[in-house]
């Protein structure tokens, strides 16, 4: 099993829509994780992270950690042709609390 | 303030050469770890660098390797490349090292193409 499992879409909404992206995990001592995102030919950006169970909202963006479940996603409420990206979950791991990611999510944003 | 900044941004190596990549962190940060991301995949760990000592090293074969200088810069040595390389190479800068809630901040990258 991997150890972050996401959606790989792509995953098409219409300009002022929400979009929800999901993300699990196996790692149940996994504490916080992160949202990058990543536009075609760009190097990843950070855009929310959490580390406690329930939301966290910045703006647009409301990232949702369940611990029990092992599941953590991340909703973009009036999305914008310029959301269009490849949004990435991550989690620190290992000794050095490195990030694994998991392998993406497309996302277009439809005008 | 500057960002994360590499070095070059694109290369084109022939099978067999070796490369070095170069990335110098945000002002502040003592850490530098290094990614390498295929096409259609999230970012691999290769390396993290803390105050000059490895911390971490991910499944890469010893053709990898890496350093951190007294400036927290930092390069990356590819040897004997091979086709399957080709990728994007990311360098990530945060303050310290381990914790679950160190923010990691990714440079721009640097396409490597071998040919």
């Known amino acids: ?111 | 303030d500057a960002g994360v900044t590499q070095s070059p941004t694109h290369l084109i190596k022939t099978r067999g050469q070796h490369v070095t990549l170069r990335c110098s962190p945000i002002s502040g940060h003592k850490s530098v770890s290094w990614y390498q991301q295929v096409l259609g995949q999230g970012p691999q760990f290769i390396f993290q660098y803390y105050e000059k000592e490895e911390r971490g090293r991910g499944n890469f074969p010893d053709r990898f390797s890496a350093r951190q200088f007294p400036n927290y810069s930092s390069e990356l040595n590819v040897n004997a490349l091979l086709l399957g390389d080709s990728a994007l190479y990311l360098c990530a800068s945060s303050m310290t090292t381990g914790g679950s809630h160190n923010e990691q901040f990714f440079g721009p990258g640097t396409r490597l193409t071998v040919l």
């Open chain 1, 1 to 111: 099993q991997k150890e972050v499992e996401q959606n790989s879409g792509p995953l098409s909404v219409p300009e002022g829509a929400i979009a929800s992206l999901n993300c699990t995990y196996s790692d149940r001592g996994s504490q916080s994780f992160f949202w990058y995102r990543q536009y075609s030919g760009k190097s990843p950006e950070l855009i929310m992270f959490i580390y406690s169970n329930g939301d966290k909202e910045d703006g647009r963006f409301t990232a949702q950690l369940n611990k029990a479940s092992q599941y953590v996603s991340l909703l973009i409420r009036d999305s914008q042709p310029s959301d269009s990206a490849t949004y990435l979950c991550a989690f620190p791991s290992g000794s050095a609390r490195q990030l694994t990611f998991g392998s993406g999510t497309q996302l277009t944003v439809l005008p």
